[in-house]
């Protein structure tokens, strides 16, 4: 039996305090926020509040609907004047946060919105020594799969469906790397993945393809332009190693022939 002391308080003093419901969403994507009404009362009120200062985005009171004065918000927000459900369209950062609904004036419910940005395409760097290498690194090769400027994200190296590794970044927008080593006849699938909570991006992984010689006839095109501006470096150092002499030896010539003409004089 509930004590009368705990009885009077759940039934006059609900719970004005609730966990955030988290709501993922993805730039310029459309989002709804939910009151659960199918029909607001005649004589019921909805309000709608953004932010850890509680800025007043929208109500319905009376059948009537008003919004607030903060236009970053309320540009692009809609409310149904049935149910109350609030929908925020072209989502961007500007609408991060926390929306609190209150109705009739008391709290309902929160829900904490996060925008993630589009995931780009992982990029997988590969170092290979050369196959035609008698030591034993050279079975095998060093991959690096990276990202550029992301936040909220996990990348991760996958052999088949299992997952060997992974790193995450949260709120700052960094570069990350993740490093796998792998034999060059391991005839596994690898693939690299980064993902938030509402979408990922995989890069696979070609094994067969890590191992390049020059009698393939398809060189490693990093190596050809290093080598070419090497090359070009040595020619111009020559180049100007020349000139260098010539300027040197006609000088060496006037100054002497400055000289001979002075003791003839």
């Given at each position: ?89 072209n989502v961007s950062d500007e609408h991060n946060g926390v929306y609190e609904l ?57 052999k088949g469906s299992s997952l060997l590794s992974n790193i995450s970044v949260s ?41 390049q010689t020059r009698s393939d006839g398809d060189h490693d095109w990093t190596e ?42």
């Open positions: 039996m509930i004590p009368a002391l705990v009885f009077f308080y759940l039934c006059f003093f609900p719970l004005v305090e609730t966990d955030k419901i988290e709501v993922p969403v993805m730039a310029g994507d459309s989002l709804t926020l939910r009151t659960g009404l199918t029909e607001i009362p005649s004589d019921g009120d909805i309000e709608w509040w953004f932010g850890s200062s509680r800025t007043l985005i929208t109500k319905i009171a009376k059948g009537k609907i008003t919004y607030g004065v903060d236009k970053r918000l309320t540009e692009s927000l809609q409310i149904e004047i049935q149910t109350g459900d609030l929908t925020i369209t209150n109705i009739n004036d008391a709290f309902a419910n929160k829900f904490s919105v996060t925008v993630y940005a589009p995931l780009p395409v992982p990029v997988i760097t590969k170092y290979s020594p050369q196959c035609s290498s008698s030591s034993s690194s050279a079975s095998k090769s060093v991959l690096l799969c990276s990202v550029l400027d992301v936040s909220h994200v996990t990348l991760s190296w996958y709120d700052f927008s960094i570069s990350i790397s993740l490093p796998l080593e792998v034999e060059r006849q391991d005839k596994n699938t690898y693939r690299c993945v980064l993902n938030n909570p509402i979408s990922n991006q995989t890069q696979h992984l070609d094994i067969s393809g890590l191992c050809a332009v290093i080598r070419l501006v090497i090359a070009a470096v040595m020619g111009v150092a020559a180049v100007a190693a020349v000139v260098v002499l010539v300027y040197d030896i006609r000088s060496r010539r006037i100054e002497l022939e400055w000289k001979i003409k002075f003791i003839k004089q």
